[in-house]
């Protein structure tokens, strides 16, 4: 049980187009879900927090207009790239919490395969 | 603030030999602890977490690790490594109720046969 999924696992795409990146709770459902970044050997650093319903909220540095996420379901958050350049190539990983909280078992998250994104 | 310090970037053992990764936190209060590992190209997998109570825990794939307050540390070990724990791994702290993750910078895991 807890899987995420996210999709696509891999994306090119050229310098100023926009792309959308799923992310999925399988089997269960998700009020809150994390967007993570992580370029290449180097740790994940939290982008935003996506809540089902209302506004992500975003971690400071993080341009949320170009960062554009979308929490419509309870299983399912996307995060658009909006105008991708270069400097936006990294792996995106999305992570997910459990309702009902008392599924929640002490601050654990349930993370996708992530998705690689190479903007040319 | 909270924080995660993984002192060692790159770590190389021998097969069957033992191994120890660091992890050392700065966090107001109890935190919750965790340890991923993660292979090339791929998501964090989960080896093992810690909350309270017995502070020697024990993960999956032979993985163990122990919680020393007075040393804010929270060390992985391995008693015999297989060439398959070849990979990276990363020490994670989360406080509180917003379920935030904490990152250290990970430690490059190499095994030599």
């Known amino acids: 049980g807890a899987v995420v999924s996210q999709h696509p696992s891999w994306v090119i795409c050229k310098s100023g187009t926009s792309v959308k990146i799923e992310c999925r709770s399988l089997?269960?459902?998700?009020?809150?879900m994390f967007w993570y970044r992580q370029f290449p050997k180097q740790s994940l650093m939290l982008m935003a927090t996506?809540?089902?319903?209302?506004?992500?909220?975003?971690e400071q540095g993080v341009e949320k207009d170009k960062f554009l996420i979308n929490h419509a379901s309870l299983t399912l958050s996307t995060l658009t790239v909006t105008s991708a350049h270069p400097e936006d190539s990294s792996f995106y990983i999305c992570?997910?919490?459990?309702?009902?909280?008392?599924?929640?078992?002490?601050?654990?998250?349930?993370f996708g395969p992530g998705t690689r994104l190479t903007v040319l | 603030a909270q924080s995660v310090t993984q002192p060692d970037i790159h770590i190389t053992v021998s097969e069957g030999a033992s191994l120890e990764l660091r992890c050392n936190y700065s966090?107001?209060?109890?935190?919750?602890l965790f340890w991923y590992v993660q292979s090339p190209g791929q998501g964090l997998q989960l080896l093992l977490k810690?909350?309270?109570?017995?502070?020697l825990v024990q993960g999956i794939k032979g993985f163990e690790a122990e919680f020393k307050r007075s040393q804010s540390s929270f060390n992985l070990r391995k008693p015999s490594v297989h060439w398959s724990d070849a990979a990276e791994y990363f020490c994670?702290?989360?406080?509180?109720?917003?379920?935030?993750?904490?990152f250290g910078k990970g430690t490059l895991l190499t095994v030599n046969p």
């Open positions: 089997d269960f459902q998700a009020t809150t």
């Open positions: 996506s809540n089902e319903g209302s506004k992500a909220t975003y």
């Open positions: 994670a702290l989360s406080g509180g109720s917003n379920y935030k993750l904490t």
């Open positions: 992570s997910a919490i459990p309702i009902p909280r008392d599924r929640v078992v002490n601050n654990e998250q349930f």
């Open positions: 966090y107001g209060a109890t935190p919750y």
């Open positions: 810690y909350f309270s109570g017995d502070t």
